[in-house]
């Protein structure tokens, strides 16, 4: 939809108050003549109907029973990141990045490598600034673009390129079942001129039949790693401890740029410079610090059983692991994290918190894991420090969202950086009163 097809239209900005509502509404206010601008939210969604178009924010389920009422009284629903498609510059090439996990990350390394290359490039969308906002700027040879699910289900237009890093079970209160989750995120894929996917992942595997524009990475004969370094088919490019992010996982997702970047002939000195300069994000295997010979990690992003499996295969070295667990319930299935934990113990520990932590926790007592119940992020920590012995590593990688106790991961990562710094602190100050005496 372009913007002169909007002007003097009666516009609803569902979700205003919000980051995407609030750049949707600049956007309207900058490009669209003559706007009338009805804000809509849940108190007053009757006026969906007054609406001609109604600009979406992604938490909002593109399958409410509203939406679907109003569709048909003849309103059109748009999103940020399709007007963002519709009227960028015609020069700007977008690389859109999507996945269950790994997709910030991803897309973090993929501008930081486009940028060490001198390329003019934005980065925006599920992370950082709404897709909307770049077109404030000035134009750009490049945007990154990394879409969540809900991003994914409404997208029109063609990327130049996609990135699918993996699919697992995920959102099912908004897509309201995992098939339509998997349908919406390859949406975005389908409609790509070239999109790279992950083809060591079985549930991208099982969707390729409709991903007829794809290449592989993680395969034998693409970009993989193997014996500890980055391959392209049998050529060793540089080792994989070049790249500073934990776990294999991570890595893997690297082959997914290094697919890009080979695309747009790009220097591999330069993207192997890029690599070694590439700074983690936060709340991703983030490493807090070493209390007491003990290694607290926050890798509060982790959602799903999967990327707690991943966040303990990244730091099991042999040592005893206590695994925070639990968070908003939506359903998932723990057995096969469950399984996958029986054969380390008795080297490791869970903890577990509401509301999945009570689901988890009888599933572990029946496996015969050793496994302590808590309410509070406070009590987990504590428990945690208590429970580690020496060397050992505190590893809180939820396998759930955080929206029953927090507004979102970052939120509940930071609370368990200060709960952490709070029970060491708390513990030195013990320890030099006893001495005291």
Known sequence: MLWHNLNAKKIGIWGISGKEGQSALHAVQSFVKNPNIIAIDEENITRLNECEFVIKSPGVSLYRPEILQAKKHGVQFLSGSSLFMANKPQQTKVIGITGTKGKSTTGSLLYHTLKTAGLNVAFGGNIGNPLLDILQDEPHDFVVAELSSYQCADFTGACDMCILTNLFPE??????SH????????????????????????????????????RFFNTVDTFHL????????????????TLHLVGTHNAENACAVLSITTQLNMDLATVQQAFQTFQPLPHRLQNVGVFNGITFVDDSISTTPETAIAAFKAYDKGQFITLLLGGFDRGQDYHALIEFLKPYQPRICLITMPDTGQRIFELAQQSGLSVRAVSTMQEAVLTAYRQTPKNGTVLLSPAAPSYNLYKNFEERGLDFQKKAMDCFQNIVQINYRDNSR
């Open 171 to 176: 959102h099912l209160q908004w897509h309201q």
């Open 179 to 214: 098939q339509q989750y998997y349908l919406d995120k390859c949406h975005l894929i389908a409609q790509a001129k070239l999109a790279f996917v992950n083809g060591a992942n079985q549930t991208v595997l099982s969707y390729l039949p409709r991903l007829t524009n794809a």
């Open 226 to 241: 193997r014996d500890g370094a980055f391959f392209n088919a049998s050529q060793r490019l540089f080792p994989q401890e």
